[in-house]
């Protein structure tokens, strides 16, 4: 009986020997691997052929069908992890409190934009209920993954330390299952509101004047009020905004939620870097969209909120739009009380 493990052993030594030829374990270059100070006498010399460099990785080879898992070292994973850890959270905090922060500085400074000739009592169609129901879809399903995608961001350093692991682990289970489920109502906002609003959105030269005067905003005065169309230049930048970004979030997102189906890991890294600096950015674009449409311009909520505005916005917030509408007859003007509340003028 002692003789059949010495045996064996002796039997199966070429099979391992041809093995460890076939998986290439010892057949790739040799690799100089620094022995940690204090250690050399315990290394058996530095040279070590356990692992081949490829492409900026180190490889090994697998005879499971998965080839990604001979990927032994990536070296820009590192890389990519101190993004994922740090980078985007600093980066995320910084650009959203900016932002924060230069609002609030512009709201002291310019205070509400109000309607210079005040409320009317009349009431324009602005916004029929496909568009407005594009719009909320687009609005609530953003919000959800701004905020649920911002809870897996900021789990780390901002919520373990304030709600603890027990409390972090199921928010954080049930955020990441509805972002997932938010993407579908995302995805078909933004392909109706394409559909309704790109007619409107056509860049023309009058935008020009618009951006180079900035909408009149920095003006305290409020007496500029350029001519517009259906969506001024501010608004088209917002919309096309939305669109490319959006776009540019969904298809990044869905290659995220399938993961190594299109790509390996090198390529998920790439995604994950894109669709969250997508969403950094679109999340500081829509702060501001959200500003002008709520406290930084009077009336302005009522276009989206009710799908009408008061008439004397229209005319000095989109003349050229009023105007065409009044002409080909299709703006019935109706009567109604001015609301008194977001610091309504009712002079
Ligand atoms: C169709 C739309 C979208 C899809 C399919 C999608 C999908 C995903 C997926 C699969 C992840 C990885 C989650 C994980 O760590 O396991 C993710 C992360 C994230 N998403 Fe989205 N997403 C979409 C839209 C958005 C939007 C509109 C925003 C924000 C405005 C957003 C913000 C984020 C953020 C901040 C993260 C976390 C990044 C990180 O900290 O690693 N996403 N998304």
């Given at each position: 009986?002692?003789?059949?493990?010495?045996?064996?052993?002796?039997?199966?030594?070429?099979?391992?020997?041809?093995?460890?030829?076939?998986?290439?374990?010892?057949?790739?270059?040799?690799?100089?691997?620094p022995?940690?100070?204090?250690?050399?006498?315990?290394?058996?010399?530095?040279l070590?052929?356990?692992?081949?460099?490829?492409?900026?990785?180190?490889?090994?080879?697998?005879?499971?069908?998965?080839?990604?898992?001979?990927?032994?070292?990536?070296?820009?994973?590192?890389?990519?992890?101190?993004?994922?850890?740090?980078?985007?959270?600093?980066?995320?905090?910084?650009?959203?409190?900016?932002t924060?922060?230069?609002?609030?500085?512009?709201?002291?400074w310019?205070?509400?934009?109000?309607?210079?000739?005040?409320?009317?009592?009349?009431?324009?169609?602005?916004?029929?209920?496909?568009?407005?129901?594009?719009?909320?879809?687009?609005?609530?399903?953003?919000?959800?993954?701004?905020?649920t995608?911002?809870t897996?961001?900021?789990?780390?350093?901002?919520?373990?330390?304030?709600?603890?692991?027990?409390?972090?682990?199921?928010?954080?289970?049930?955020?990441?299952?509805?972002h997932?489920?938010?993407a579908?109502?995302?995805?078909?906002?933004?392909?109706?509101?394409?559909?309704?609003?790109?007619?409107?959105?056509?860049?023309?030269?009058?935008?020009?004047l618009?951006?180079?005067?900035?909408?009149?905003?920095?003006?305290?005065?409020?007496?500029?009020?350029?001519?517009?169309?259906?969506?001024n230049?501010?608004?088209?930048?917002?919309?096309?905004?939305v669109?490319?970004?959006?776009t540019?979030?969904?298809?990044?997102?869905?290659?995220?939620?399938?993961?190594?189906?299109?790509?390996?890991?090198?390529?998920?890294?790439?995604?994950?870097?894109?669709?969250?600096?997508?969403?950094?950015?679109?999340?500081?674009?829509?702060?501001?969209?959200?500003?002008?449409?709520?406290?930084?311009?009077?009336?302005?909520?009522?276009?989206?909120?009710?799908?009408?505005?008061?008439?004397?916005?229209?005319?000095?917030?989109?003349?050229?739009?009023?105007?065409?509408?009044?002409?080909?007859?299709?703006?019935?003007?109706?009567?109604?009380?001015?609301?008194?509340?977001?610091?309504?003028?009712?002079?």
């Open positions: 009986m002692r003789y059949v493990l010495p045996l064996v052993l002796l039997l199966l030594a070429p099979t391992a020997l041809l093995a460890q030829e076939e998986v290439g374990v010892g057949g790739g270059e040799d690799i100089n691997i022995v940690s100070p204090g250690l050399e006498q315990n290394t058996p010399g530095s070590v052929e356990l692992y081949e460099p490829y492409d900026d990785q180190v490889v090994g080879r697998v005879t499971i069908p998965d080839d990604k898992l001979g990927v032994l070292v990536q070296p820009e994973g590192r890389t990519w992890r101190a993004f994922r850890i740090q980078g985007l959270y600093y980066t995320a905090m910084t650009v959203i409190l900016l924060i922060a230069l609002l609030g500085g512009f709201y002291l310019r205070g509400t934009i109000k309607l210079e000739s005040g409320r009317s009592g009349r009431w324009v169609p602005r916004f029929g209920s496909i568009e407005r129901f594009a719009h909320w879809t687009t609005a609530i399903s953003f919000l959800t993954l701004a905020l995608g911002l897996v961001t900021f789990g780390r350093y901002l919520l373990i330390p304030i709600l603890g692991h027990y409390t972090y682990t199921p928010l954080a289970t049930a955020a990441k299952s509805l997932n489920w938010s579908i109502p995302f995805v078909i906002g933004l392909v109706l509101m394409l559909a309704v609003w790109i007619k409107d959105n056509i860049p023309s030269r009058a935008d020009w618009w951006i180079k005067k900035a909408g009149g905003m920095f003006e305290r005065t409020g007496s500029f009020h350029p001519e517009t169309a259906r969506f230049a501010g608004q088209k930048i917002i919309f096309w905004s669109i490319l970004g959006g540019t979030l969904a298809i990044s997102g869905y290659f995220l939620m399938a993961p190594f189906y299109f790509t390996g890991v090198s390529g998920m890294q790439i995604g994950h870097v894109i669709h969250s600096l997508s969403a950094v950015v679109m999340i500081a674009v829509i702060l501001c969209h959200i500003y002008i449409g709520t406290l930084g311009m009077e009336g302005a909520f009522d276009a989206i909120g009710r799908g009408k505005v008061d008439e004397n916005w229209a005319i000095e917030h989109h003349h050229g739009w009023y105007k065409a509408q009044v002409e080909n007859g299709s703006t019935p003007v109706e009567q109604g009380t001015p609301p008194a509340t977001d610091g309504a003028n009712p002079t």
